[in-house]
Structure formats: C-alpha cells, structure tokens
C-alpha cells in the first residue's frame, strides 16, 4: 500500500520554519511517538546515501562534516557514521555537541573519525584536505546572525574566491541539509541575510541568489519538506535544467561550482499519512524502497493543486477512519457471536456430561 494518502504530485510544497517546528513537535509527541534519535538515524542515512550518490568514494574519498549544535549536527554525525562505515575517510568539526550528538560522537570516536579542533582555523586547515563538505551546522531553528565560531565558518565556506584558494584547489563541492546554513530558514525577506554581521567582508555570490556573505551549495536535501528559504535556489532555471536521476559528480579538481546547477533532494520518509494530511503537506510519492527522492528542479505546487490535494487527502482519511470504525464494530460483532458459540458449546458439553453421569 502506498504511504502516502495524497495523488503523487511532481511539484513541491515549502513550509515555514513555525510549520517545520510543529512537524517535529508532533512527530516526537507521545500521538506519533518517534523519539528523535530515531528520525536522525533515518535521516543520517538517507544524507549519507545522496552524498554516496553524488560524491563517489573513488573521487570523493574524504567528507569534512561540519555539525553544529541541534538536531541538524546530530544528522550530520549519524550520515558521517554510514559513510565512514561504507569506506569514506571522515573528519568532524563540531563544537558545542550535546544530547544525541554527543551519543553519536562516541559512536564515531570507535570508527577512526578525525575530529577537529573547535577553533575555525583547523577548519580553514582541513578544507584543503577535504573532497566534500556535509553543512549540517544549521536547519531550520536557525535564527541569525551567526554566532561565533559557526560565523567564521560560514565566512570560509563562502569564500571560494579568495586568494588562497586561487592557489590552492577550489573551494570543495557543499551539501547542505534542509537551509544553507546561515540562510534565513523563510522566505520573509533575503536582505535579513542570517549572516549580514559578516557581510563586511562578505563576497558576493556567484548566483546572486544566496544572501551577502553565504555560500550556494552543489546539493541540497530537504528533510520532510523544503523550506520557504531555498524556494528561489530551487526553482532557478539552472536547476531546472538539470537532468533528472543524473549524480552531479566531476573529478574535484574540476569542479566548477558557479556552473553546476543545484541539485536538490527530498528525504525523511517517514511522516504519517494522517499528519501529512493534517498538516497539508502534499508531500510528493517516494519510490520503491529509497529513503530519498530526486526533485531537482520540480516546480512549486501552486495553491489551488495544495488546496486540492488537501481536500482529497482529508477526504481519504476520513474515509479510512470510516472503514476503521465499520472494521472495528464488524471484529466487535463476530467476537460476540464467537463467545456465543463458545457458550453454546459448554452448555452442550455440560448437558453430555449430566446425562453421562445420570
Ligand atoms: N522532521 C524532520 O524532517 C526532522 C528534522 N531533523 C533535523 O533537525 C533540524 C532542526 O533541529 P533543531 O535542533 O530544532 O535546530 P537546528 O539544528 O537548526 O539548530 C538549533 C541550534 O542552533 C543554535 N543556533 C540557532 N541560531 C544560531 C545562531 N544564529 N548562531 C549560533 N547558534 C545558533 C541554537 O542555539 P540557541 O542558543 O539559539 O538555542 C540551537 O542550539 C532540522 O533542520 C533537521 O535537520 C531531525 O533529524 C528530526 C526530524
């Protein structure tokens, strides 16, 4: 049975950070009942898959994981886990981790995992080592301005014209998850650039698309659903244009990010039916057994599509919990009339049993 209540649409639906927030509230409560280290494990493991996809070990082999201090870094150290599993080589930079993330470092302190120092310049260090950068630091409870040590950071990352680097190899390929980090997570406005405290030294991005003083990442991965933050990076015409079911990998020192067009991901396959419909989220079908979905380049769902969808999806539920309520009063109705032959039976077999006797 497909787990999606909704017609599978080919166009996404982004949500705010407020309606992001409620998900997870919901997912965790004790209605839904995922605790949330079980939908970092999932979600490590779809990102870690995409990055697999997109950044193959043999051109890719060393993932620098920047991961920062909520849930999003707890994704990255469970992705950064799988792939160290899978043969990559892995170095972590995370600072202020706590609750699952500290769980997860442990894990990772067993698997050979290099951490970095806290400090941004053995992050500035290991970029040079680094094939492929996994951005977890933020998601979507991320309120700007970046503070210390994540603004420096963000600083490098969105530096890939610098002087050093022009000596050096290019800036590595970015995957970020759910925002760009240092992005505002909705849309309200890009001139609120989570980052503007750094926009003094700030270089302009190359799109002209990410705020002053961020970087644009090569991969994106929705978790759940996009946010309203990356709706102009996703619906620009290079992403479009982008071949679907097509990895984004060239040899790194090749990598001409400016042109690459982004390739973004839906993950997080595990929303139920109900809040799905409860919460209108008109998320698209995922295929097969894949944790993970190719939308690059899906164009936004327009409202009267989401109202539609929405409408139906009630409908369906409501029709589900219809057959629910028949289903449950039909086992009722039998389990009655099974006590009853039960019944039955003992009377008959005491009656056997007196005129034995008698
Ligand atoms: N439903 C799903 O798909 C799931 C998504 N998941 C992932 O969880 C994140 C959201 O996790 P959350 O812990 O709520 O938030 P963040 O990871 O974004 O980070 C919060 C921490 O960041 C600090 N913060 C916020 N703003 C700044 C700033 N400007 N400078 C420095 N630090 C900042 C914040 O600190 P405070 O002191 O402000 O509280 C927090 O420590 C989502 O994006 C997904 O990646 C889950 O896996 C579950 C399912």
Redesign the pocket.
């Known amino acids: 049975m497909a787990l999606s209540l909704l017609t599978p649409p080919r166009a996404l639906r982004y949500v705010s950070a407020s309606l992001?927030?409620a998900?997870?509230r919901a997912?965790f409560s004790p209605t839904h009942a995922f605790p949330?280290a079980v939908?970092?494990e999932l979600?490590g493991l779809a990102i870690a898959q995409i990055v697999a996809r997109e950044y193959p070990r043999h051109t890719y082999p060393c993932v620098l994981v920047a991961a920062?201090?909520?849930?999003?870094?707890?994704?990255g150290l469970a992705a950064a886990r799988h792939l160290r599993t899978w043969g990559w080589k892995i170095a972590v930079w995370g600072p202020?981790l706590k609750g699952d993330s500290e769980q997860l470092a442990t894990q990772l302190s067993h698997f050979d995992v290099h951490f970095l120092d806290s400090d941004a310049q053995a992050f500035e260090d290991y970029l040079e080592h680094a094939d492929v950068v996994l951005d977890?630091l933020?998601?979507?409870?991320?309120?700007?301005?970046?503070?210390e040590p994540?603004?420096e950071i963000l600083r490098l990352l969105s530096s890939e014209s610098r002087i050093e680097f022009a000596f050096r190899r290019p800036r590595p390929p970015i995957v970020s998850?759910?925002?760009p980090s240092g992005w505002p997570v909705d849309a309200s406005s890009s001139s609120a650039s989570?980052s503007s405290s750094s926009s003094s030294s700030a270089a302009a991005s190359s799109d002209g698309l990410a705020p002053p003083g961020c970087f644009t990442p090569q991969v994106l991965i929705s978790?759940?659903a996009p946010k309203t933050g990356v709706r102009a990076l996703v619906s620009q015409p290079s992403a479009a244009l982008a071949p679907p079911q097509q990895p984004a990998q060239q040899p790194r020192a090749q990598h001409a990010h400016a042109q690459q067009p982004l390739k973004h991901y839906l993950a997080?396959r595990f929303i139920p039916p109900a809040l799905e419909a409860e919460l209108g989220l008109a998320l698209p079908l995922y295929e097969g057994t894949q944790g993970w979905l190719d939308v690059t380049g899906w164009p936004e769902m327009s409202e009267e599509e989401a109202k539609a969808l929405h409408a139906e999806a009630k409908k369906r539920q409501e029709e589900l919990e219809e057959q629910g309520v028949r289903d449950a009063e039909m086992a009722e109705m039998q389990a009655e009339q099974e006590d009853e032959e039960a019944q039955g039976a003992d009377e008959e077999e005491d009656a056997k049993t007196v005129k034995a006797d008698a």
């Open positions: 992001a927030a998900l997870d997912l949330p939908l970092i979600s920062g201090p909520g849930n999003q870094g707890a994704d202020r977890t933020f998601g979507f409870s991320f309120q700007g301005p970046a503070r994540y603004a998850v759910d925002i989570a978790l759940s997080g």
